[in-house]
């Protein structure tokens, strides 16, 4: 029945500009999911947010709209998940300068944002490009951990699959992280 | 796991994994702020979880207890496996309850307390109160309260006022709260005039609910962020919730804490419709915990999302109703109370195309009755008979393909429109002929075919879908001009009384995506305004996020700010929270 809903709805009668718009707008339902899950990790156990931080990149992705348009899908999402960082970057730094304010004593300091390095890399990382570094991951056991994490799993639950200790599968997912950004970094583009 | 790491920054993987307990997690976080290292490190971090999340969150696992984990990322379906369109979108997610800007459980505050928040923990919530107007009166010398009507015990003004000294909260009560009030006293005034306190003479003005006399204050104060909340006010009171979203915008980004703005933020937002992105501002209100401000702010917010859900749920409802009906699984109910028209309409001639015989045709006349009984019109009941008065030898196999066209799991593609028009013409369906071009893309038809087929129905409701067609025809063709002054007309005609038997909605939104440019701003403003306000008294869910959407679209260029709400607005109502 829906089927036909979408059918029904979907060719009603209305100007859809070309697209453009519901383009950005399918951009932004398909990485609103990938945005809080990433955010959800932030923010966990403490005061923010993670609807807010994942609201406040899908707006600024959608300022630059028309800089973007046109680009890649992976230069979007590329951009809208540096946002996110740096405005999670951003509430870290204002809280700590606000409890610096609140209580002077030996609070650590907030310190300026740094230079962002390499956006560019990740703008031009294809999903064929990301899949081909994960398969060159070594040794074998840690592309197997990268992958069931990737999958949503905790370190506990790979741990267990694997027979490794927990400690080992941070090392694993450390490593990895650490291969495929080399990887990333001379594959060409 | 209570001995901190002798390295801090080797924290950075499991934190960002989410796998470090809440406290080290918070430990980390305050780590993170000061840490350059850490800073430098983390964008590429969540750019790799992302890219994984991307590309292979969807493999198939082979443990078992992938699927146990209560923070694991969420796994929507991808936009592609859902129905296109707004309506499936709600109807698809149907009874997951949570309003889609809900913040998750366990989040709570997003600013840490002031210190005000503080004293009312500690010494009560009355207290505070009064102490804060002692201090303010001590330190600042302040005139009386009784100059903002901050003495009374209701206030008459929504809005909150820049003044700190009356910005004290009260209940809101219309009727007690500018009872007699009377003219702010003169040696009051001209003590604040001779210290050039602009501001606090205008909040006098507006705490009497007399913005224009307030305004040649505002005027002089400039750009302060309390005059720029206060001149968010005066809009508001003005019915002028555009500026008003701009200057609390204004003032939060001098002051992002400056909470009147923050609420005139969002009663701006609220009246421009945007009831979630309303609320999430005044989560930010309650959160900051001010006595009085905070409890009002959150029962408005949960107003204004029950008020969603409940439009979201009925709307599931209608479309459900509608599409069963259309469908033939149910019938047309008979009382279509608090059902917008045009989508009962569509769903009639979905069924009327369907029928591919004279009993199917004919059982469909108590529906047809009850739409024209609805409509003040005999448009339906026309329509059935127009088509029982064909030759219905062919009927079947032409009813048939159009329903197989229209179930087709992408949608109905332009060509199989097309050609299912064509057919229904050689078989003399002209009903079923004419439903076909509605629904393909208005370039590809002959616009005299089309028009010679709706008025031959002389049906009001046929001749302003074919007038939407011909509109977006024109517009496609380039010829915006004449596209404005065909469906101008007719949105006039929408708004001037209510036009049930037209499809307004969509002639709005044509008007509307044709007020593109930066010159046109009023008339896009003015028109969506009207359109978004027919749209939430018809309960037209579908016609109020298509409105979101549109003008997100036409005040990008204008004004980013409000493009940025409409949008915001957007994808909170077409996302779901689990």
């Known amino acids: 029945m829906f089927a036909s809903t979408a059918a029904l709805w979907y060719a009603r009668p209305v100007p859809l500009d070309g697209g453009a718009r519901s383009i950005f707008e399918d951009f932004a339902r398909r990485e609103r999911a990938v945005l809080l899950g990433i955010a959800r990790k932030l923010c966990l156990g403490g005061s923010f947010d993670p609807e807010d931080l994942v609201q406040e ?58 230079d962002r390095a390499e956006p560019e890399l990740w703008a031009a990382v294809s999903d064929e490009q990301f899949l081909a570094a994960v398969k060159k991951l070594k040794p074998e056991k840690l592309q197997e951990a990268y992958r069931l994490h990737a999958r949503g799993m905790r370190y506990r639950e790979i741990a267990r699959q694997l027979g490794a200790p927990e400690g080992t599968v941070g090392a694993w997912l450390t490593g990895a992280r650490d291969q495929l950004r080399q990887l990333l970094s001379e594959a060409p583009s | 796991m209570s001995a901190a790491p002798p390295d801090p920054h080797a924290d950075l993987d499991r934190f960002a994994d989410g796998e470090l307990p809440p406290e080290e997690a918070e430990r980390f976080r305050a780590h993170l702020a000061g840490c350059a290292r850490c800073q430098a490190a983390l964008p590429g971090r969540v750019q790799l979880a992302g890219l994984s999340q991307d590309t292979l969150a969807g493999e198939e696992t082979s443990g078992a207890g992938a699927d146990l984990d209560p ?7 991808p936009a592609a496996a859902q129905p296109p369109g707004a309506v499936a979108d709600l109807a698809s997610r149907r009874p997951e309850g949570a309003p889609a800007a809900a913040p998750s459980p366990g989040a709570t505050v997003l600013r840490p307390a002031r210190w005000r928040a503080r004293a009312a923990a500690a010494v009560g919530v009355a207290l505070a109160a009064g102490l804060a107007v002692v201090i303010a009166g001590r330190i600042g010398g302040e005139p009386d309260p009784s100059l903002w009507l901050a003495d009374r015990p209701a206030r008459a003004v929504e809005a909150r006022l820049g003044t ?29 005039d001779s210290k050039e306190r602009w501001v606090a003479i205008a909040d006098a003005y507006l705490a009497r609910g007399a913005p224009e006399t307030a305004r040649p204050y505002l005027d002089r104060a400039g750009g ?20 008003a979203l701009h200057h609390a915008n204004q003032a939060l980004a001098k002051k992002p804490d400056l909470r009147p703005a923050t609420w005139n933020l969002a009663l701006a937002l609220r009246a421009l419709g945007l009831s979630l992105a309303a609320a999430q501002q005044l989560d930010k209100v309650a959160a900051a915990g001010e006595p009085g401000w905070s409890a009002e702010a959150k029962a408005l917010a949960e107003q204004l999302r029950a008020d969603v859900q409940r439009r979201k749920d009925h709307w599931i409802e209608v479309v459900d109703a509608c599409l069963r009906a259309a469908s033939g699984e149910a019938p047309f109910p008979a009382d279509l109370k608090g059902v917008p028209l045009p989508v009962w309409r569509l769903c009639f001639d979905d069924a009327l195309a369907r029928a591919g015989t004279a009993e199917e045709l004919k059982r469909l006349l108590p529906a047809a009755e009850a739409l024209d009984k609805r409509s003040g019109g005999d448009g339906a009941r026309r329509a059935v008979q127009r088509a029982l008065a064909q030759p219905l030898q062919e009927r079947e196999a032409v009813a048939r393909e159009y329903t197989s066209v229209m179930t087709s ?17 050689q078989a003399r369906q002209r009903d079923i002929e004419l439903q076909a071009l509605l629904l393909a893309p208005a370039k590809r038809i002959p616009p005299e075919r089309l028009q010679a087929l709706a008025t031959a129905t002389a049906d009001p409701w046929y001749l302003s879908l074919a007038e939407n067609q011909a509109a977006q025809a024109l517009m496609a063709a380039g010829d915006r001009g004449s596209a404005q002054a065909l469906i101008a007309a007719r949105v006039k005609v929408c708004e001037g009384i209510d036009r049930p038997e037209l499809d307004c909605p969509a002639a709005a939104r044509i008007l509307l995506t044709l007020y593109e440019l930066p010159r046109q701003r009023a008339e896009a403003l003015a028109t969506g305004a009207r359109a978004m306000e027919q749209a939430r008294r018809e309960g037209d869910v579908d016609a109020q996020l298509r409105l979101f959407s549109v003008m997100a679209n036409v005040t990008r260029e204008s004004d980013p ?18």
């Open chain 1, 57 to 114: 990149s899908l707006e600024r992705a959608f300022r630059q709209r028309a800089r973007l348009e046109g680009q890649p899908d992976s230069a979007r999402r590329a951009f809208t998940r540096t946002a996110m960082t740096n405005y999670f970057l951003d509430l870290c730094r204002k809280r700590q300068t606000e409890r610096a304010a609140a209580d002077p004593g030996p609070a650590v300091e907030a310190v300026p944002a740094p």
């Open chain 2, 71 to 77: 923070r694991r990322p969420e796994q929507d379906a």
């Open chain 2, 164 to 192: 700190p000294a009356a910005d004290l909260h009260r209940p809101y009560e219309v009727a007690r709260g500018a009872e007699a009030a009377p003219a702010p006293p003169l040696p009051e005034l001209a003590k604040l």
């Open chain 2, 224 to 243: 302060a962020p309390d005059a720029l909340a206060s001149r968010a006010a005066m809009d508001l009171m003005l019915g002028q919730p555009v500026e």
């Open chain 2, 409 to 425: 799991q992408r949608g109905p593609g332009q060509e199989s429109l097309l050609a299912l028009a064509d057919r229904a013409k």
């Open chain 2, 561 to 578: 700010d409000l493009s940025a709400a409409y949008f915001s607005e957007h994808t909170r109502w077409t996302t779901i929270t689990p």
